[in-house]
């Protein structure tokens, strides 16, 4: 019996720190594959009832020292952050769930997220939206909270530039075949000269401000506060930029500042 128990234990500490996930945020030498691949005809995931993982759903696990924990329950759940990818180092290799990682398919890796979990993914850089089936654990790096299959990120436009400020919400399986007909997904942002990037709603107009002179204390600008008097709101915008790479740029200069809760908006 406890060589048994010891077996289980090694298996599920290979399974989790060593998934696949763990290395885009550790090591230099993953890439995307060679020549030209065209991810448009890949289709989203299909969010589908499915078993939880036997390996992969422990109530806590521990990588590089810190303890994740594992969502009993993740309906609802939403969050905003950086996303990153992962190719063809790990291509072939198994992941937390016992999956062989597939960098072709649209999967993704979460830390504690129940596997397998459906998850719509939003690039807040350019509105871009999939759909990806989470089968894996990471990344295990500090300020990004989902790793992306290839194929993922290139359709989401991640792959040119490593990471992006994304939002991602968990999909509810089983209503999910009761509502079949979904959103379409995003388009980017419309023609020159109409761009803003969203940044946040205040109902004290001080706030609004406050943000609005950190962001120029940085240089950026134009920051413009927008109130909405039937609302009592004050909505705090940077724009308008000519082009889209006007606004992805401004868009990578604000993670930098620590600012990930934003969004492009076309007018």
Known sequence: MVNKRLSLTLL???????????GPAFVNDDAAP??????????????????????????????????????????????????????????????????PYDMYKMTAAHKSLPLPSYVRVTNKRNGKSVIVRVNDRGPFHDGRIIDLSYAAALKLDVVATGTAPVE?????????????????????????????IQLGAFSESNNALGLKSRLEGAGIRPVRVAEETDRRLYRVRVGPFESADRADETALRLVALGISDFHIVAE
């Open 168 to 196: 991602i919400e968990v999909i509810d399986v089983d209503t999910w075949a009761a509502a079949p007909a979904q959103a379409p997904a995003k388009t980017p942002p419309g023609p020159a000269g109409s761009l803003y």
């Open 34 to 99: 060679t020549g030209h691949f065209d991810a448009s005809g890949i289709p989203d995931a299909v969010p589908k009832p499915e078993p939880r993982s036997r390996y992969g759903n422990p109530k806590s696990y521990v990588v590089f020292g810190k303890e994740y924990r594992v969502m009993e329950d993740a309906r609802g759940f939403r969050e905003s952050g950086i996303a990153s990818w992962y190719g063809t180092k790990f291509h072939g290799r198994r992941t937390s769930s016992g999956e």
């Open 12 to 22: 599920l500490a290979l399974l989790l720190g060593g998934c696949s996930s763990t």
